[in-house]
Structures are given as C-alpha cells and as structure tokens.
C-alpha cells in the first residue's frame, strides 16, 4: 500500500507562515502559481483560451475560500483542485474539445536553439503520447510525473481513492509501454501480455 | 486490487506503485522479490517501465508559454475588486505586508517543490538490448544507460534504513548465488543507497547504487553466467569510466565519474572479497 507522505523537519519559513492569516496567504501565494495553474488547465482542456479562463476562474474562488485553505499545506494543491473541480463541475460539461490540444507548432518549436532540437522533437512526442490519453489518465499523469504530487496528494486533489490514481498510472504507463517505435524500444517485436 | 492467478501476484497498480517508490519498504522488497523470480512478472515489469517518459522536461516549455503578463493583470484586478475584509488588514499595511508575505511563501513554496523529486526507474534499456551485438558487452551498456538516469540526488532521497537495504541485499544475493553481506559490499568512502534486481537476457543481474560525496553515483553490478574469469578492463561509456572483470562465474562492473584509478582501487577490493572462498553458492 502506498505510504504516507514522508516526514519531514518543518522548516523555519513554514512556521512563520502558520501564524499568518490563511487569506493572505492565498493572496500572496496565488501570483506565483498562475503559469502552473494554466499549464493544468492547458492539460485538462486542450486549449489556451479555456485555461485562461479556468485560471481566472481559480483566482476567484481561491479568494473566495481564502479561509478554507490550511497553512502550512501547500497552496499549488489546494489551487490545483480548485481548477480541477472547476473543469470538471462547470467548465468541461459545455466545453466541445477541440483543436490541436496543447500540442502544435508552438510547443515543439519553443526550445532554445538548436541546443535541444533533440530534446525538443523528443518532447514534443511525449507531449502528444500524453494528450492522447483519456482525459482522466492524462490529468493523473500530469500531477504526479510532471507536477511531482504523491499518490495521496493527487487524490485529493481529483477527490477519487488512492487506488484510482495506481490503477489510472497503470493503465496509462501499459498504454504508453506498449507502443512501439519509441526511442530505443522494440520496434519489431510486440511487447506485451501474453 | 484484483487478484490475478496467484492470490499474492501483484496487481499492475502495485508494480506502477512499487516503480514510483510509492510502497512502503517492506512491501518495496517484497514486490521486488516476486518479480526477481517470476519471468512473467518481470515481462509486465518491462512494459510498465517503457511506459516511463521524461514528462516533466517535455512538459517545462509549456510555462513559457503561459499569457503571464495577462493572467497578472487579471489577478491585479481580482484582487482589486476584493471587498476588504473588516478588521483583517488596514489597507496603509497591505503592500508593505503582502510583500512579506510574499517573500516568506516563495520560500515555503520553493522548499515544497524539493519535497519530492520524482524518481521514475526509466529501466526499459536494461531489457531492450539488441540481441545480435556483443552479450558480454551489452549488459555494460544496458547498465550505464541506466546509471546514467542516475543523479545525487535520486541517490539521496532513498529512505537510508538498513534493514530495508539489508533485505534488499539478502534478496538480490540469493538471486546471484552470492553472500552480498553489508561488510562485502560497503565500499569506503561511498554510501550504499539502493540494491536492484533485474532479469538480464536471462541472467540474473544485480545493481547496487552508491553516492560518492566527490563524484556523484557510482554503481557495482553483478551478473550471473560468466563462465570464464577475465582481468580487470577499463572502458568509458555515456562520460563514465568503467572497470569490469569477470571471476567465479560472475561479471563485474564498477561504473562512474569519478576517476579510473578510484575505481581500478575499488575494484581491487571487490574482488578480493568475492575472490577463492568468497564465492559461496556457485549462481
């Protein structure tokens, strides 16, 4: 079974933070977080003007909540399912996906240089690899390879059982480990079940 | 969790969970144990790992592209419109204290980021070698591919318990035929941070993972099914320095950055521990 999260010293910043007010906490804290908060929604979307949207949408109702936020916890969590909860009550029911999601031309050919074109094209690839995943893997994905939450942590913040979050990691790393053709992987032979 | 054939046969949840490091230890080694020596565990094993990708670096360029400047001022003026909540905050101290604020929560934050730094064993090299090469030479290479996802910090975030590390090491020894004791396989001056066991082509292939302080990871590699002795060698493979060698119907490997002559002098020790009766249960 999936451990608790680790236990860690609380570090001197930390306990100057409790003693704040959690409303300005969120106030102050919400700032740094709006470029992450529009990539999630980019990932649950598909498309730029709704992530802004959900962004904006997030930054409301955070205020609003202010209170509701515990100090000491991390804020990007609390925001992150404030937006998922958003996407998935109010904004996905009369959102029609469409378009190119959050892969095109742009995020391939963001890079620096020549420097990472390799990179850049693997990236680019990974990035499609993820989109194509259904809806509830890709978000899953998204918080805990790419946003770095622990299994308890990216449950709480979808709200589903620590074990939907190992079965959709699953379902989506067999999908993924699956394809062939993938840098370095079997190319002739059918890795799988057998 | 669904029980397949086996009642104890883990689930594809457990393995994901088990390659997250998100087991605790003494479930970690028990799962490690069952796909050491289930073939077929260790084929699902394969998948899931290649189901592994770089998410997070592919995913970086997107912040780049966040309207920043848009979703600013859209804050600016949420913000602004916020009715004052009374008594809470006298309006002539909210910038002097929201800066504070501020600055002690960019802290906190910059803190929880490093809280966990996610680890996900990129493996699939180990057993996707072409078969038509060298045998004796591709393992080095399926190794260093994997040492190579290796940082000090993957090393040093490893619950450092030694009773799991022990476990570890009676589990990946037995499947060697080797007595890998803490006393023979602690190095000086590096720290043993992990022990693995995987399936190579057949042959059982144990990974044990060191933290140098000067030179980052360093990694010892056992292999079963060497059937000749040979001296020691010195390659360079993915910017490290290898010495390998093969003695009592084992291949060695030593693997890092750091330097030829610290690992020719590692080497030394290592064999002279598994050299003549130190071999116990002949693989």
């Known amino acids: 079974m999936p451990r608790k999260s680790k236990l860690a010293p609380v570090r001197p910043e930390r306990i100057n933070a409790m003693q704040r007010p959690p409303s300005d906490l969120v106030k102050a804290g919400l700032r740094g977080h709006l470029a992450r908060l529009w990539r999630y929604g980019l990932v649950l979307s598909g498309r730029r003007d709704v992530a802004e949207d959900l962004v904006q949408a997030t930054c409301v109702r955070a205020l609003e909540r202010a209170d509701q936020f515990q100090p000491g916890t991390h804020l990007d969590r609390w925001l992150f399912s404030i937006l998922h909860s958003i996407w998935l009550n109010e904004v996905r029911a009369r959102q029609i996906r469409q378009g190119a999601g959050f892969v095109d031309a742009e995020t391939s050919l963001s890079f620096d240089g020549a420097r990472q074109i390799e990179a850049g094209i693997l990236a680019a690839q990974v990035l499609r690899e993820v989109q194509n995943l259904p809806e509830a893997q890709r978000g899953t994905v998204f918080l805990v390879y790419v946003e770095g939450l622990s299994y308890r942590e990216a449950a709480d913040v979808l709200a589903v059982p620590v074990g939907t979050i190992m079965s959709r990691l699953a379902a989506a790393r067999d999908t993924l480990g699956r394809r062939t053709g993938y840098r370095g992987g079997r190319s002739t032979t059918e890795v799988g079940r057998r | ?283």
């Open chain 2, 1 to 283: 969790m669904t029980q397949e054939k086996r009642t104890s046969a883990p689930s594809d949840a457990e393995l994901v969970a088990y390659l997250d490091g998100e087991l605790s230890p003494a479930d970690s080694v028990r799962i490690g144990q069952q796909i050491a020596v289930d073939p077929e565990l260790a084929e699902r094993v394969e998948v899931l790992m290649n189901g592994a990708r770089a998410f997070r670096e592919a995913f970086e360029p997107l912040l780049s592209q966040a309207p920043t400047e848009r979703l600013d001022s859209t804050l600016s003026d949420i913000l602004a419109r916020q009715p004052q909540a009374p008594g809470r905050l006298r309006p002539e101290l909210s910038a002097y204290r929201l800066a504070a604020v501020a600055a002690g929560v960019v802290l906190m934050l910059m803190g929880a980021g490093l809280d966990r730094f996610v680890v996900t064993p990129i493996g699939r090299s180990l057993f996707s070698a072409p078969s038509h090469a060298n045998e004796s030479e591709d393992w080095r290479r399926a190794v260093a591919q994997y040492l190579s996802l290796y940082t000090s910090d993957t090393l040093s975030i490893l619950p450092d318990t030694s009773t799991a590390k022990q476990q570890e090491l009676a589990s990946v020894g037995s499947r060697l035929g080797l007595d890998l004791t803490p006393a023979r396989v602690e190095l000086p001056d590096l720290a043993l941070r992990r022990a693995e066991m995987f399936d190579y082509e057949g042959n059982a292939l144990g990974f044990l993972a060191y933290l140098d302080p000067r030179s980052g990871p360093v990694s010892l590699c056992i292999i079963a099914g060497h059937a000749e002795d040979a001296p020691p060698k010195v390659e360079h493979r993915r910017g490290m320095n290898v010495v390998y060698w093969s003695q009592a119907n084992h291949g060695f490997m030593l693997i890092g950055r750091t330097s030829v002559d610290h690992l020719q002098a590692i080497a030394t020790i290592v064999a002279d521990r598994f050299g003549g009766s130190g071999v116990d249960k002949g693989g």
